[in-house]
T-cell receptor, first 112, second 113 residues
Framework: GENVEQHPSTLSVQEGDSAVIKCTYS??????FPWYKQELGKRPQLIID?????GEKKDQRIAVTLNKTAKHFSLHITETQPEDSAVYFC???????????FGKGTSLLVTP | TAGITQAPTSQILAAGRSMTLRCTQD?????MYWYRQDLGLGLRLIHY???????GKGEVPDGYSVSRANTDDFPLTLASAVPSQTSVYFC????????????FGPGTRLTVT
């Protein structure tokens, strides 16, 4: 089955700096790569996703990149703000799959 | 609309007792899921249901059962709780064909003593 690995497990940046979280996957059939954000004590929420036919996608300060050949994808947050502090999960799935395969999460702390 | 709700919010349960965690969604989503979240282990799928009347096992199904009698409800039952089932449980749902876009409930914090 699919194995999604996520790095780093914790990340601390200063406000205004950029943050990058990286994930790798094992199943070459995976073609959906969503990212979820979970604030402390809250539920996970989808913030952005990328499909396998796209190399990069941006939404304001957030961007995701995908390298299908290397089987890795990344989340980039620019001009970080304290409210970006949360746990971020990457995931991968296929068209025929029944579940998302989540990475173990990255705890991002943005310090003022 | 309420979206997706879970009950109870938290519970302390004695080992050996049974309990049902409730999950209800009003978005008419076909697919529903149960995850457990443990520190350092991320979100692990327990059971899922692609549509009413069908269920399937996820990554960590042992000790749990589910049913899907209708579209809206997807209860999770622990028949005989053990301390290792102490966790935060999240229910989620998604539209058919949109597995990647899951909507999560607020979670149930369960402590088994």
């Amino acid at each position: 089955g699919e194995n999604v690995e996520q790095h780093p497990s914790t990340l601390s940046v200063q406000e205004g700096d950029s943050a990058v979280i990286k994930c790798t996957y094992s199943d070459s059939a995976s073609n959906y790569f969503p990212w979820y954000k979970q604030e402390l004590g809250k539920r996970p929420q989808l913030i952005i996703d990328i499909r396998s036919n796209v190399g990069e996608k941006k939404d304001q300060r957030i961007a995701v990149t995908l390298n299908k050949t290397a089987k890795h994808f990344s989340l980039h947050i620019t001009e970080t703000q304290p409210e970006d502090s949360a746990v971020y999960f990457c995931a991968a799935s296929t068209d025929s799959g029944y579940a998302l395969n989540f990475g173990k999460g990255t705890s991002l702390l943005v310090t003022p | 609309t309420a979206g997706i709700t879970q009950a109870p919010t938290s519970q302390i349960l004695a080992a050996g007792r049974s309990m049902t965690l409730r999950c209800t969604q009003d978005m008419r989503h076909n697919a529903m899921y149960w995850y457990r979240q443990d520190l350092g282990l991320g979100l692990r799928l327990i059971h899922y249901s692609n549509t009413a009347g069908t269920t399937g096992k996820g990554e960590v199904p042992d000790g749990y059962s589910v049913s899907r009698a209708n579209t809206d409800d997807f209860p999770l039952t622990l028949a005989s709780a053990v301390p290792s089932q102490t966790s935060v449980y999240f229910c989620a749902s998604s539209e058919a064909g949109k597995l990647y876009e899951q909507y999560f409930g607020p979670g149930t914090r369960l402590t088994v003593t």
